[in-house]
């Protein structure tokens, strides 16, 4: 089992102070995976930046420039949320072009699986603006990358990171090629991604949105999965499957409300690499986005790794949330989300 990682040094250069989205998280996680032994067992990528032409696949020329020039002067605010520094630029080509030589990795069977180490993460980035700590919109770039140069005609995008990614689903809302499944917390940033955004014109249908009260944690995602995604990429067989994988969503991190445990974490990585083997050849590429915990995020990561090598061994030095009263109604919740996707 050949499973690659991408990272480079670059994305450390994307200096945001003590922002919450800042170095320390690969810093982190990139040792992690070295103490433990993972990191051995991987096959390195190295990434490369972006081409203009790739961006623009997804973002506008004068955002692009907009950006550029924003680094040359060196740096400052691009949204409330989203800072740059003078490196920034060059690390945001490097993380969309870290997943695309990933995606390219896996598709030409190089490396069964792999994991892109990237930041600055991506899914809320539009065509004309950053948000809430990204600027490319790696995971969009990735998947028009993949249909242009390997001429697919379906991919699967699953998001769990605890925040909708809005510029994802913008950018293929209209595109019946890729199925956009997202699992977060709602109401919540970026206030998208209720049921019934479900696409448009030739996309309807291939938005699949699960909005989650706060308070729900491992068994609820697991089911959201189960339930949900995997008859939802049955009907739909991708050809690839991307994954943001963001970690935010567990109950040690407190940007959100959330329970999931590293263990709910594996169990639907566990259900991606299930489907990607039953659908596509095993095609499965993650990359980074959220999550603001370091422990939580190196584990997670090391975790990520572990299934995708296929060890079977959970390893959650965390464990479980704590226990506390749940919000009701999930069942009726879960059930309106297949009435509206027709799904059994
Ligand atoms: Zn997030």
Known sequence: MKVGLVYDPVYLEHDTGDHVENSRRLVEAMSYLKETGIKEK????????ATLEELEMIHAPEYISYVKGKAEKGGGWLDPDTVMSPKSYEAALCAAGGLMVAVEAVMKGEADSAFALVRPPGHHAIKDRAMGFCIFNNVAIAAKFAMRKFSLDRVLIADFDVHHGNGTQDAFYADRKVLYFSTHQYPFYPGTGWMDETGTGEGEGTTVNFPMAGGWGDEEYLRAFNEVLVPA??????????????????????????????????????ILKELAAELCQG????????????RVVASSIKAMFAVLLGNSEIDDPLGKAPVARKPDGFDEHIEAIKRIHHIG
């Open 283 to 294: 095609r499965l590429v993650f990359t980074l986005e959220g999550g603001y915990n370091l």
């Open 42 to 49: 991987l096959t390195c990528l190295p990434a490369r930046p």
């Open 233 to 270: 990429a049955r009907r739909f067989q991708p050809q690839l499957v991307l994954v943001s994988a963001g970690f935010d969503a567990h109950w040690a991190d407190h940007l959100a409300m959330m329970k999931v445990s590293v263990t709910g974490f594996v169990q639907m990585a566990t």
